[in-house]
């Protein structure tokens, strides 16, 4: 596809027109060499971090992330606990055990200070209870008009004996850990704004899923560290993202069953009145793991006694000549559809 003459907001959602202006602008300008320093993980193999090997033989694990999401307050969070929360994970899902993190605060000009001291206590809380260093960072303030409200950008640093590579094989079995799609559908009902909306959000307690994944995902890699294969948090783009940039990477098709997904019932009607998919939504709570299968139950039985009890298994990844790179549903009612990628700007300034 063409790459269009102006950017739109859905270059900036996470599914199909971001991954084609990656590719285009930035991926295929850089020669292999300068992918990734040594034996590390680069843009080579495009995630939220990269690895770099050191001399003791362990790998130092690096995520950067711009988080523009509105409103900046929202049932069960704001930008301070999701910006700090998203690096987390980002370098939890490579593996990693999570050290330090610099960030870059811009406000624009008349944001309320009281305001700004919640988002940044939120922040640093989150980094506390985690036992995160913040070790740097930089502050800005723009003009009135010339920035909606307030930008958080993070680099977030940390530590692995062995890096997950992000690709999974033949054979894996695809896990969740918990409901998908809560922090995008409370985000999305907050931007519409309508009666509608705000009725389902009081009625039903819906919330945002943010939350640190280092209860979950540390054991795990030390327990079962060589039989995870891939592991990605499904934000922008949601599960449906992830699950095709797997089958993409692996060359293979990856099956998954619908009525084992899990997604809440307020989630789900929320999104089907919208002519939303809920898989499209981001989560940013949720770990999905592609895990070898002969140690896949054991492992969700792992989770479950770490207290993601609704950790299950929804897929697996298949070798197919005819078909590789596309995901299948099995549909609630015993028939096949294709789970695309996201299009659009389903839910803009998500995270």
Not at 27 to 38: N, T
Not at 58 to 63: A, K, N, Q, R, V
Not at 227 to 236: E, K, N, Q
Request: hydrophobic letters at 45%; aromatic letters at 6%; charged letters at 25%.
């Amino acid at each position: 596809m063409k790459l269009e003459k102006y950017i739109r907001l859905a270059h900036g959602s996470g599914g199909v027109e971001t991954s084609m202006i990656l590719e285009e602008l930035i991926f295929s300008k850089v020669e292999d060499s300068l992918k990734r320093v040594g034996n590390g993980i680069g843009i080579d193999f495009p995630d939220d971090a990269a690895a770099i090997p050191l001399p003791s033989g362990d790998y130092l694990i690096i995520t950067m992330d711009a988080y523009t999401v509105n409103p900046p307050f929202f049932p069960g969070g704001n930008i301070g606990i999701l910006a700090a929360s998203g690096s987390i994970n980002d370098v939890l899902m490579m593996g990693g055990k999570p050290i330090a993190m610099l960030d870059s605060i811009i406000v624009e000009e008349g944001f309320p200070i009281d305001d700004l001291s919640k988002i940044i206590d939120s922040f640093i809380d989150t980094l506390r209870r985690e036992g995160v260093a913040l070790i740097g960072g930089d502050f800005k303030v723009m003009p009135k008009g010339q920035l909606d409200k307030i930008v958080i950008t993070t680099v977030g640093i940390g530590l692995a004996k062995k890096p997950i590579v992000d690709v999974p094989r033949v054979g894996d079995k695809i896990i969740v850990s918990d409901y998908v799609g809560d922090h995008g559908a409370v985000i999305l009902a907050y931007q519409l704004g309508s009666d509608v909306s705000t009725e389902l959000l009081e009625k039903s307690r819906l919330k945002s899923d943010v939350k640190p994944l280092t209860k979950l995902m540390l054991p795990l890699i030390e327990k079962y560290g060589d039989y995870i294969h891939a592991a990605r948090d499904p934000t922008r783009g949601g599960l449906s993202m992830v699950l095709n940039d797997w089958a993409k990477a692996s060359n293979a098709i990856i099956v998954v069953d619908e009525s084992s997904i899990p997604v809440r019932p307020e989630v789900s009607f929320f999104a089907g009145m919208l002519g939303i998919d809920p898989l499209y939504l981001a989560s940013e709570g949720v770990a999905v793991l592609a895990v070898d299968p002969k140690v896949a139950d054991e492992i969700v039985a792992y989770m479950h006694s770490l207290g993601f009890v609704n950790a299950r298994i929804i897929g697996e990844v298949r070798k197919s000549e005819k078909y590789s790179g596309y995901v299948l549903m099995r549909t609630v009612t015993g028939g096949f559809r294709i789970l695309e990628p996201p299009r659009g700007d389903l839910v803009p300034r998500i995270c």
